[in-house]
């Protein structure tokens, strides 16, 4: 692992072709972002990116952990040594969004507008998702579906640290919205959870 000031002289160096990202061809763009891999690996090989933006405009840089808490600290201390550059903002591990939005993985489609849990907690966070027309045929699907949207709704490091158990119930005729709980709700429960707790 090379120091962090080496991956950010580097970085400084070069943060004007980032910012073109989303307005240069294909080609260019994956050598920009493999060259990009290669330098942050340089760093720590188990971490990864989502970069992007506008020219002109604030771009954003997430580093991510991909939810392994062995290197949380790994990406904090990355972010925490960052210079300030214009037109740049860096995050430590993928955060929280809000609204509803699609998730595809494989042939399955989730959409946190008819997505409802219910707790299921004996230590810490369990919690029991209903999905509507659920196929267990295609069950690794639905997790993985079911824990990207997770770690968006929760952000990289409530998922990994606050949910101790995920489990899938199919939304049938015995399921009703009034006896679960909206999924977007699920980082208001966490923080009452973990309040009621203390």
């Known amino acids: 692992m090379n120091n962090t000031k080496e991956f950010w002289n580097w970085f400084s160096q070069n943060a004007v072709k980032y910012e073109e990202l989303n307005v240069i061809d294909a080609e260019l763009r994956d050598t920009l972002l493999d060259d990009f891999e290669e330098h942050l690996h340089k760093y720590c090989e188990k971490i990864y990116f ?17 939810g392994d808490v062995n290197y949380f600290n790994v990406v904090e201390n990355l972010i ?9 903002l860096f995050i430590p591990l993928k955060p929280q ?3 509803h939005f699609e998730t595809k993985w494989g042939d399955i489609k989730l959409n946190t507008e008819n997505l409802y849990f219910n707790p299921s907690n004996n230590s810490g966070v369990g919690i029991i998702v209903y999905i509507p027309k659920y196929n267990y045929e295609y069950e690794d699907d639905y997790f993985n579906g079911l824990f990207k949207m997770l770690d968006t709704v929760l952000g990289e490091k409530s998922f990994a640290l606050d949910v101790k158990k ?3 119930k199919a939304n049938d005729n015995e399921f009703t919205e009034q006896n679960a709980i909206p999924i977007l709700k699920l980082p208001a429960y966490i923080n009452w959870y973990k309040t009621k707790g203390s």
Do not use: C, H
């Not at 925490?80 to 740049?88: E, K, L």
């Open 166 to 168: 995920v489990a899938i």
């Open 97 to 99: 969004v809000k609204g």
């Open 50 to 66: 989502e970069i992007g933006g506008l020219p002109g405009e604030v771009n954003e840089l997430i580093i991510t952990a991909e």
């Open 80 to 88: 925490n040594d960052a210079p300030v550059i214009s037109n740049w």
